[in-house]
């Protein structure tokens, strides 16, 4: 788990960085806004996306990295790296569904284009019916997550795995 938890920080490392050296190869949000029709406005999502995409990427860097780090020590059987690595379980699966509520704001925010008489029924319908199947289907995936980082955490606080970490 721990060796997983190392390659996943690793890797995350690296994706993160390409995404950061990504984000200074993108236009701007004013240039996006720009190749869009006349009168369109940037969807505040997208312009939101694009003027934190450097914070985000830096972000997603320091936590991979500390998960790169924990998973070290967690090899290492330091007590620390355990308790940590529960802690992280924890934040994790809550951050799962925190997470929710922002798909129903990303299809607030196309509502109003759903609102133009040119889009005809059909196509509102199907934009509904994936707004219901994205958060069915986020929130099976946030509970199937909490159910496994609950069960690991679970695993992680049995006095005999407890036993094999060290101060």
């Not at 969807?43 to 320091?62: F, K, M, R, T």
């Not at 299809?107 to 707004?131: H, K, S, T, Y």
């Amino acid at each position: 788990m721990a060796t997983i938890s190392l390659a996943l920080g690793g890797f995350g490392v690296i994706g993160n960085a390409l995404q950061l050296l990504m984000a200074f190869a993108l236009p701007s949000s004013a240039d996006l806004a720009a190749l869009l029709p006349p009168g369109t406005p940037l969807p505040p999502l997208l312009a939101w996306l694009g003027e934190h995409l450097v914070a985000l990427s830096l972000a997603g860097i320091g936590g991979s990295a500390l998960l790169a780090w924990i998973s070290w020590a967690l090899l290492q059987r330091r007590e620390w790296a355990r308790l940590a690595f529960i802690a992280g379980l924890g934040v994790v699966a809550l951050a799962n569904f925190a997470g929710l509520p922002l798909l129903d704001r990303a299809f607030d925010q196309l509502l109003p284009a759903m609102a133009d008489p040119g889009i005809n029924a059909e196509l509102r319908a199907m934009a509904a019916a994936m707004r219901r199947a994205l958060f069915w289907g986020g929130l099976a995936g946030a509970v199937a997550i909490a159910a496994v980082h609950g069960w690991i955490a679970w695993k992680l606080c049995r006095a005999e795995v407890r036993a094999e970490f060290r101060r």
